[in-house]
């Protein structure tokens, strides 16, 4: 476990804020480099971690939380070095199940503001079952999955959103399996909190993690992230600054679905309740913003599940929020069951009383029960 190090800085009057859990307090205000380790970061060069982790380490400031109330966890491949480089707490755990690790601490320290740092490939395969079981539960946890669709830090195997035909040590004749979807699968877990955002759009991907970190549940952040090693320019379609206009679909809620440099494109629903592509406008063959289908982040799942669908090149890719859902918290229900089974007992409910209750026997020095 590596833990914060305070930094010399210079002295100031101000307080932090409070985070997630309110766990603010007296004390100097954090900056970016306040969150920033002593440690090399050990990415290679053009790789959109750096990009996540600056971001990251800014929003945290921003934000007013507290280090020693912060804990990142993360499991393994090239993005699970992050708690290295974040100066707060941090677990670099085993292959797959930080979710867990991180489910284990929160229903323990409810007050700390508990991150799980993963990959497409630690989180959707040895780990898919942890991160579907902590979604389903909502712990109150900021999952942010990292997708470059490769498995960089192994040297390139296809992963499991990587496309089919991906050509890999793994697959060198090319990859036949069907990619998974982190939302798609998000939601069918029941997640109360699905997003997408991209690694270098700083602007917008502080603004989907503020929105993360203010929920209470388990919030679920899909990062479209470069891998310029195995997998360069896997979103280059994306992000291309000449089409992302055409290419992108940014959520807000209440608002049209409409793309495009000045609007002139949006989303309806067409015969048989399948989304289509038409032209906004007042002219012939053009249909008015109302008739578009209007984002709703509350709506009922079926229509989050219908905005995880919509890929390129058929339709612009979905950046945003696409799903918040209150719903109480795992490890507030946890807690609730614990105060009342011992305000039941009253002055019985000690840790000692409740080992000795019930069935207990004692062994002799034969070693049989007496």
Same mark, same amino acid.
């Given at each position: 476990?590596?833990?914060?190090?305070?930094?010399?800085?210079?002295?100031?009057?101000?307080?932090?804020?409070?985070?997630?859990?309110?766990?603010?307090?007296?004390?100097?205000?954090?900056?970016?480099?306040?969150? @920033?380790?002593?440690?090399?970061?050990?990415?290679? +060069?053009?790789?959109?971690?750096? @990009?996540?982790?600056?971001?990251?380490?800014?929003?945290?400031?921003?934000?007013?939380?507290?280090?020693?109330?912060?804990?990142?966890?993360?499991?393994?491949?090239?993005?699970?070095?992050?708690?290295?480089?974040?100066?707060?707490?941090?677990?670099?755990?085993?292959?797959?199940?930080?979710?867990?690790?991180?489910?284990?601490?929160?229903?323990?320290?409810?007050?700390?503001?508990?991150?799980?740092?993963?990959?497409?490939?630690?989180?959707?395969?040895?780990?898919?079952?942890?991160?579907?079981?902590?979604?389903?539960?909502?712990?109150?946890?900021?999952?942010?999955?990292?997708?470059?669709?490769?498995?960089?830090?192994?040297?390139?195997?296809?992963? #499991?959103?990587?496309? #089919?035909?991906?050509?890999?040590?793994?697959?060198?004749?090319?990859?036949?399996?069907? #990619?998974?979807?982190?939302?798609?699968?998000?939601?069918?877990?029941? !997640?109360?909190?699905?997003?997408?955002?991209?690694?270098?759009?700083?602007?917008?991907?502080?603004?989907?993690?503020?929105?993360?970190?203010?929920?209470?549940?388990?919030?679920?952040?899909?990062?479209?992230?470069?891998?310029?090693?195995?997998?360069?320019?896997?979103? !280059?379609?994306?992000?291309?600054?000449?089409?992302?206009?055409?290419?992108?679909?940014?959520?807000?809620?209440?608002?049209?679905?409409?793309?495009?440099?000045?609007?002139?494109?949006?989303?309806?629903?067409?015969?048989?309740?399948?989304?289509?592509?038409?032209?906004?406008?007042?002219?012939?063959?053009?249909?008015?913003?109302?008739?578009?289908?209007?984002?709703?982040?509350?709506? +009922?799942?079926?229509?989050?599940?219908?905005?995880?669908?919509?890929?390129?090149?058929?339709?612009?890719? +979905?950046?945003?929020?696409?799903?918040?859902?209150?719903? +109480?918290?795992?490890?507030?229900?946890?807690?609730?069951?614990?105060?009342?089974?011992?305000? !039941?007992?009253?002055?019985? !409910?000690?840790?000692?009383?409740?080992?000795?209750?019930?069935?207990?026997?004692?062994?002799?020095?034969?070693?049989?029960?007496?």
């Amino acid at each position: 476990m590596k833990q914060p190090v305070e930094k010399n800085r210079k002295a100031g009057g101000e307080e932090n804020g409070s985070g997630k859990n309110g766990a603010g307090g007296p004390g100097l205000k954090l900056t970016k480099k306040d969150f @920033a380790t002593d440690q090399d970061v050990r990415w290679c +060069p053009g790789c959109g971690d750096y @990009a996540i982790l600056s971001t990251t380490q800014k929003l945290l400031a921003d934000l007013g939380v507290r280090r020693e109330d912060t804990v990142f966890v993360s499991g393994i491949g090239c993005s699970s070095r992050f708690p290295y480089y974040m100066n707060t707490y941090g677990f670099h755990s085993i292959h797959g199940r930080a979710p867990a690790i991180a489910t284990g601490l929160k229903v323990a320290r409810p007050e700390l503001d508990v991150w799980v740092i993963t990959g497409d490939g630690d989180g959707l395969s040895i780990g898919g079952n942890h991160l579907m079981h902590a979604l389903r539960r909502n712990v109150d946890l900021n999952i942010i999955l990292f997708n470059n669709k490769i498995y960089g830090l192994t040297k390139g195997q296809y992963s #499991p959103t990587s496309e #089919p035909g991906t050509r890999a040590p793994s697959t060198p004749h090319g990859s036949v399996d069907h #990619p998974a979807n982190p939302l798609s699968i998000a939601l069918g877990a029941g !997640a109360t909190f699905v997003a997408r955002a991209i690694d270098v759009d700083a602007k917008h991907l502080g603004e989907v993690f503020a929105r993360a970190h203010a929920h209470k549940g388990t919030s679920f952040v899909e990062v479209l992230q470069n891998c310029p090693v195995f997998n360069d320019d896997a979103w !280059a379609p994306i992000v291309d600054r000449e089409h992302k206009s055409v290419r992108q679909l940014r959520l807000a809620h209440g608002q049209p679905l409409r793309f495009g440099k000045d609007g002139e494109l949006g989303i309806r629903l067409g015969a048989g309740l399948a989304p289509e592509v038409v032209a906004v406008g007042d002219g012939d063959g053009e249909v008015p913003p109302s008739a578009l289908l209007h984002h709703d982040e509350r709506a +009922p799942t079926h229509y989050a599940h219908l905005l995880a669908e919509l890929a390129h090149p058929a339709f612009p890719v +979905p950046l945003g929020v696409l799903r918040a859902e209150d719903r +109480p918290s795992y490890e507030a229900l946890v807690g609730e069951q614990v105060e009342g089974a011992v305000s !039941a007992r009253g002055e019985d !409910a000690t840790l000692h009383n409740l080992l000795h209750s019930g069935m207990t026997w004692e062994v002799g020095d034969d070693g049989l029960p007496r």
